[in-house]
């Protein structure tokens, strides 16, 4: 299995700045997007939400923009699970231009389940774990994404 595709959008006139650029805070908001799209893929969707009272919530982010993305471009995101333990998925979401492989932006996510009761951490359900192992064992033979872990900082001069 590829990376999944869980967002597909036109770029919109209110996500430019005065450039014809999409504005930063729109690609976080095209990513979240995404995320919530692997969620439903992975049963985390509202009715589970409604139903259990844990939801998926973003622990930390790295964001890259590697590539202008102009008004009205059709983009589209794909989502690889890079690693997940019992109550964490690690992804990695690239936004594309629809059908191309050249990544225009980068996004690395860290994402806890937690039971909104308290809130505190808790596993995922069996089922849900069960459909995280499947889709990451379909990913298994995807390389490893070329910003993953990227850390930022300036070089130290000595």
Do not use: C
Not at 20 to 38: K, M, P, Q, V
Not at 50 to 74: I, M, P, W
């Amino acid at each position: 299995m590829p990376a999944l595709t869980t967002y597909t959008t036109a770029i919109l006139p209110e996500w430019v700045d005065y450039n014809g650029h999409l504005r930063d805070a729109f690609y976080l908001l095209i990513f979240s997007y995404a995320t919530d799209a692997l969620m439903d893929t992975l049963g985390l969707d509202s009715e589970n939400r409604d139903a259990s009272g844990h939801s998926l919530f973003t622990l930390e982010l790295h964001l890259n923009y590697l590539h202008e993305v102009k008004l009205g471009a059709e983009v589209e995101v794909h989502t690889q699970l890079i690693a997940h333990d019992a109550k964490r998925l690690h992804l990695y979401h690239s936004l594309h231009l629809v059908g191309e492989e050249r990544a225009l932006a980068g996004n690395e996510q860290m994402l806890l389940h937690v039971d909104l009761a308290g809130p505190h951490s808790a596993p995922f359900t069996e089922a849900t774990l069960e459909k995280i192992i499947a889709v990451s064992a379909a990913q298994a033979d995807l390389p490893k994404p070329a910003l993953l872990g990227r850390v930022i900082g300036l070089p130290v001069r000595q």
